[in-house]
């Protein structure tokens, strides 16, 4: 939905699975982010996403960010945008279904660079320690067509835009 709701807002995409693979080809930089406490590869990641985000509306363009994001990355991503005076809001995509949500990630190839594919072991992890973050604005559920999804969040997006230009 984040490449769907870019090309809606004509905005970047940016997505923390491609900024971390820019890091996978230096092992010492690994090590340092396995060593941090708790592990430092979604805070760090967020961290690249936010500079980036914050560059790009500078320049006044819109962005999407794409990850699994945890309450203090929200609340980072936030700060950003209220100190760029650009307008910030969570989409949650969930897949209630596990069985669906399986099926999905066993059969993705996002073929990033530098990047592996995550398995369902690793997805039913982060399912069982992940706490949605608060507030979400919108919440899209997987499991419905993805027309109805694709047309509730243009609905969101659209009416968040005419809020931001009034």
Do not use: K
């Not at 996978?24 to 980036?52: E, K």
């Not at 067509?145 to 931001?164: G, I, K, T, W």
């Amino acid at each position: 939905m984040a490449d769907w709701a870019s090309d809606h807002l004509g905005a970047a995409v940016l997505a923390h699975d491609w900024a971390m693979s820019g890091l996978r080809p230096y092992p010492v930089m690994q090590d340092a982010l396995d060593q941090m406490n708790p592990p430092g590869h979604g805070r760090v990641g967020w961290s690249v996403l936010g500079a980036l985000a914050r560059a790009q509306l500078r320049r006044g363009r819109s962005v999407v960010l794409d990850g699994v994001a945890r309450s203090p990355d929200v609340e980072h991503c936030r700060e950003v945008a209220l100190d760029e005076h650009a307008h910030f809001a969570v989409i949650l995509t969930e897949c209630a279904d596990a069985g669906v949500h399986r099926s999905r990630i066993e059969g993705r190839q996002r073929s990033i660079p530098n990047w592996y594919e995550i398995d369902w072991h690793q997805v039913q992890r982060s399912r069982a320690s992940w706490v949605a973050p608060d507030p979400v604005e919108l919440r899209l559920q997987a499991t419905e067509p993805m027309a109805q999804n694709r047309r509730r969040l243009a609905d969101f997006l659209d009416a968040s835009l005419r809020r931001s230009d009034g």
